[in-house]
C-alpha cells in the first residue's frame, strides 16, 4: 500500500452530494486549497452497518472539525443517488439524513485506487479481457491532508474495523500544534500537553521530567 505522506493529494473532480441534499458534477478537494484542512475517508459503501455509524460519528462532532479549519469529506465507490438516496433516509431506517459535509461518489473506482486504498486491482484474464480481482470497493482509508494540499497522516482499517472520530480530531490538533509552536508532539500527546523541542536537548529534558 502505498505512503502519501509528505506527498500531495491526489487531485480529482467527481460528482458528489453537498449539504445533505445538492449534486454537484465537479467537486474536488482543490476547492479547500489555502483555506481549510481536509479529513478525506473512505468507506466501503452505502446502506451497510459500520459505515453509518462513522458518518453519523463524524456528523456529530462536525463543529469541532470546523473550530480547526478542517472539512470532513467522505467518499465510496456508490453513485451520487445512491449517496442521495442514503441520505434522505431516516436513521431509524439505516440511512444518515441530517449529514451535511460532502460525500464524493467513485463508481469508476478511479479515487480509490489513486489513494491506493481498493480492496482488489483490475488485470486481464487469458482471454484479454479486463476483469477486477477482489473486491471493487474501498477499505476504510483515512487522510489528513494540509491547507497546502500535503498529505499528513494517513490510516488504512480493514472493512469490519470501524475508526475513532476522536483520534482523527487529536491528530489534527497535533498538525496545528506543530505548526504553531515548531514543537512535535511526543507519544499519546493531546492538547493543552507539552511539546518537545526537536533537539537533543529537548528530548532529553521531556524524558527526564517522565
Not at 98 to 123: C, E, H, N
Not at 175 to 202: M, R
Request: charged share 25%; with cysteine; proline share 5%.
Amino acid at each position: 500500500m502505498a505512503v502519501l505522506v509528505g506527498k500531495t493529494a491526489p487531485v480529482f473532480k467527481a460528482k458528489a452530494v453537498v449539504d445533505g441534499s445538492k449534486i454537484v458534477n465537479n467537486f474536488s478537494l482543490d476547492d479547500f486549497a489555502g483555506k481549510k484542512n481536509v479529513i478525506f475517508f473512505f468507506y466501503p459503501a452505502d446502506f451497510t452497518f459500520v459505515c453509518p455509524t462513522e458518518i453519523i460519528a463524524f456528523q456529530e462532532k462536525i463543529g469541532e472539525f470546523e473550530k480547526r479549519d478542517t472539512a470532513v469529506v467522505g467518499v465510496s465507490v456508490d453513485s451520487e443517488f445512491s449517496h442521495w438516496k442514503w441520505l434522505q433516509t431516516p436513521r431509524n431506517e439505516g440511512g444518515i439524513k441530517g449529514v451535511t459535509f460532502p460525500l464524493v461518489a467513485d463508481p469508476t473506482l478511479t479515487i480509490s485506487k489513486s489513494y491506493d486504498v481498493l480492496a482488489g486491482d483490475f488485470d486481464y484474464d487469458d482471454e484479454g479481457e479486463l476483469i477486477f480481482n477482489g473486491n471493487p470497493q474501498a477499505y476504510r482509508g483515512l487522510f489528513l491532508i494540509d491547507k497546502a494540499g500535503i498529505v499528513r497522516h494517513q490510516v488504512v482499517n480493514d472493512m469490519p474495523l470501524g475508526r475513532n472520530i476522536d483520534e482523527a480530531l487529536r491528530v489534527i490538533d497535533a498538525l496545528i500544534f506543530f505548526q504553531e509552536n515548531g514543537e512535535v508532539c511526543p507519544a499519546n500527546w493531546h492538547k493543552g500537553d507539552k511539546g518537545v523541542p526537536p533537539t537533543q536537548e529537548g528530548i532529553s529534558s521531556y524524558l527526564a521530567g517522565k
